[in-house]
């Protein structure tokens, strides 16, 4: 805050923010948003660095923001409801995250699907090294995982099927972050709260960013799902009356797209919307996304 306005506000001509704000249990407060650094960390390989500089926006942005999380990208997939694109953001972010150079491993939690690894062998040859699948559930799940990366993986998905809660709260715990694709279709908002009564259980602070898959922006089911969510978060319903403060609506949003369908088995040449989610996951405010993705067309366009 600047100076003035607090010492404005100390003398009482402004009102204090502070006490508009809802109460949160300092146990779960967020922590202050870090915006994550948006250059090439100096320790980056000269071919990787060449290669994340000429990468279209808003990737380029993501790739940026994944170099500079300290400890590596780690994120599950999860919601209690199937056919919501959990496997797809897992597949498509962890190619993203491959552009890292970093070694990913993405965890194919979804025992009766197992779509993840048929992905991957559907793609064969192409794809990329730097992506192991494996396929785990259940209790030893924690320490294989923990395990495998300890050896040396940087960054980390999981993607949990819809019905075993048990395998949702494990991989929670490796993660201590998620996102949950819903679609926005009143029978499928209203259904959060199955997924958020497991956050609530977790006694754990778990970072969850809610986001609205296979969406229609322009309908207006698409601003009450977004309105009802917000309603979740602050409190105002009686499922959650203390509200969810670890959990988040992002901006980004992925909309039903007839062509994802097609890029099943195979590595996407466009990871547009995809990179935009993951950026905002990650830290960098939606409009600062936005800016740059704009910057990057205009300067595209002047090129021609
Ligand atoms: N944005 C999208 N638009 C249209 N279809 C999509 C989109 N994302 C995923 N799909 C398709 O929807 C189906 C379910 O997606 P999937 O990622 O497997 O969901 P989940 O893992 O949550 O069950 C798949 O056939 C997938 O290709
Ligand atoms: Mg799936």
Known sequence: MPRDLASQQTQGLVPSPASEEPF??????????????????????????????????????????ALNTPDGVKITMGNAKGGVMKTTLSVYIALILALTGEPVLLVDADDTNK???KWQAAAGEDWPPLVTVVGYTGSAMAKQVTDLMAR????????????DKGVLKTAWM???????????????????????DLLEEMGERID????????????????NARDYIQGLI???SADHPD??????????TIPLLEGIADTWGSIPDDFGYFGSVLAEVLGVPAPVIAEREAAWQHEALGAR
């Open 115 to 117: 779509t993840c690894l």
């Open 208 to 223: 969850l960013s809610v986001m609205l898959a296979k969406s229609f922006p322009k309908r207006s089911s698409y601003t």
């Open 152 to 163: 040396g993986f940087k960054h980390l998905i999981i993607d949990v099927g819809p019905t």
């Open 24 to 65: 949160v249990p300092s146990t779960f407060r967020a922590e202050p948003a870090t915006t994550p650094a948006l250059t090439v960390p100096s320790h980056v390989a000269d071919a990787v660095r060449e290669l994340v500089t000429e990468l279209p926006e808003p990737l380029k942005t993501a790739v940026l923001a």
């Open 234 to 236: 602050q409190g105002e």
């Open 174 to 196: 490796l993660t201590k972050r998620g996102i949950v694709p819903t679609q926005q279709h009143v029978g499928d908002v209203v259904q959060l709260t199955t997924t958020f």
């Open 243 to 252: 509200g969810l403060p670890t959990v988040e609506l992002l901006e980004g």
